[in-house]
């Protein structure tokens, strides 16, 4: 069986970078629904953004993922003023299994200082500013990446929905409506979910909302949708949605915890929260907390708030030995403002 990570860091996010870069730096984040780049000119403190369609090539192909990468790039870049090759570096970092067929393209149409990294990579940086830590992903699905102080990547979870997921507001969703379903017919205790859903999907029975999640059948997202009304339900003392999220949390701070020892993390680190699913607030963050400390009692667990391709830009201010003069909360707030203006 192989020791190694499920997901790798090139040798230019480990090593110090040999010079310092142009002081321009581009950052992508790709996924299954669409792309956004951002073109930052750190002497300037500017920053310019650039959209493209669906780039996971699982959902759309490697050509068509590039195509959409590169037109958010070049929409990005236009806004700057300048071209792809006054780059100081590029990070760019997109959703999918596999970025080996990404990379060959990106390698055959891009200067040699553009990388191709899993988006995992990117919520890692928004995590820790690419210092040793963790980004523990809980939206839709779930995804925990860390690197340890020797650099030593390791990913745990993220196996989709079918495989995985465990924490994430679709877990949340199906293991709602299951347990309303042993409400039902009496091999599971009465719970407030029961009613709630049926409200939530617009049915007269908890049976017909079975019969609509294999009929319809529900997506992925329409299921996840209702993890805050669990969450609701656990506020409100229902023990089976709190019993959920007790569950959620082990599950999820089981992977945290395999990370942290497999990196050899020690001492206080980082340790980010991305996602909508942590949004419930304390009845998911406690007993998360509670687990994650038995094992790394310094770890400092926060909730991240800056978008996801301010870690691509943080990553790519690293390859061009500029990172001492991009900090993440500029390049937050840069990326904030820029999102608001539209």
């Known amino acids: 069986m192989s020791s190694e990570s499920l ?91 596999d970025t080996a067929s990404v990379t060959r393209h990106v390698s055959a ?3 040699d ?19 040793p830590g963790v980004a523990a992903i809980s939206g839709t699905g779930s995804n925990v990446f860390g690197v340890g102080p020797s650099g030593l990547p390791w990913r ?32 599971g205790p009465p719970t407030a979910l029961t009613p709630a859903a049926c409200e939530f999907f617009d049915v007269p029975s908890i049976e017909a909302l079975a019969s609509l999640v294999y009929a319809k059948p529900l997506t992925k997202g ?15 003392g229902d023990e089976v949605a709190r019993g959920l999220y007790e569950r959620g949390a082990a599950e999820l701070g089981r992977q945290i915890t395999a990370v942290i020892e497999r990196t050899r993390l020690e001492g206080s680190f980082p340790l980010g929260l991305i996602g909508s699913a942590y949004k419930a607030g304390d009845v998911f963050l406690g007993p998360l907390g ?5 094992r790394a009692p310094q770890a400092q667990m926060t909730r991240v708030e800056m978008a996801p391709v301010g870690g691509s830009l943080l ?28």
């Open 7 to 97: 997901v790798q860091l090139p040798a230019a996010l480990t090593e110090p970078a040999s010079r310092v870069g142009a002081p321009f730096l581009l950052g992508i984040d790709g996924g299954a629904t669409k792309t956004l780049a951002a073109a930052l000119d750190v002497e300037h403190e500017r920053l310019h953004l650039g959209h493209g369609g669906p780039s996971n090539e699982d959902a759309v192909g490697a050509e068509a993922a590039v195509e959409a990468l590169l037109t958010a790039a070049d929409e990005a870049l236009s806004k700057a003023g300048i071209e792809r090759d006054q780059l100081g570096a590029a990070v760019l970092a997109i959703a999918g299994t």
């Open 222 to 236: 329409e299921i996840a949708a209702f993890a805050p009304e669990t969450a609701k339900a656990a506020e409100a």
């Open 156 to 187: 745990a979870g993220g196996w989709g929905h079918l495989l995985g997921d465990e924490g994430s507001g679709y877990w949340f969703g199906v293991q709602s409506i299951k347990a309303a379903l042993n409400d039902r017919e009496g091999s």
């Open 315 to 342: 990553l790519a201010a690293k390859v061009a030995g500029r990172a001492e003069e991009v900090s993440a909360p500029e390049v937050s707030r840069l990326i904030d403002a820029c999102l608001q203006a539209g």
């Open 109 to 111: 149409r891009c200067p």
């Open 113 to 131: 200082s553009w990388l191709v990294v899993n988006d995992v990579v990117g919520a890692w940086a928004t995590a820790t500013g690419g210092a």
């Open 290 to 294: 509670r687990i994650v400390h038995e």
